[in-house]
């Protein structure tokens, strides 16, 4: 949970590196939230409500946490852009948030594993 609140204190840093596990924990989260919520709005009977709103909110995190997943593999945050393809795009994101960091400083700042 560490993780996922350390993402959300930083929701609006589009600056700096993200590690992997900082990233893929925050994504893990999120998918148990989200079942959590569809699970509820299905017991109760709401129309996705919850999940809407909890969308929102997360929207400008995960954002966040994605381009500075991307700067730490020396990539700008642009590169999201590439999802609007449609499959390809996803697939060459989902590499990119797979790889390593750079094991030196790079022009988005120093190797947060150190």
Known sequence: MEWYFKVLSNYVGF????RRKEYWMFVLIN???SIALGI???IIGTNQVLSFIYS???LLPSLAVAFRRLHD???SGWWL???LIPLIGS???LVFFCQDSDA???QYGPNPKR
């Open 15 to 18: 600056q700096g590196r993200a």
């Open 31 to 33: 998918i148990i939230i």
């Open 40 to 42: 509820i709005e299905a």
């Open 56 to 58: 929102l909110a997360i």
């Open 73 to 75: 593999t020396g990539k």
């Open 81 to 83: 852009l590439i999802s």
């Open 91 to 93: 697939i060459i994101l």
């Open 104 to 106: 030196d400083d790079n």
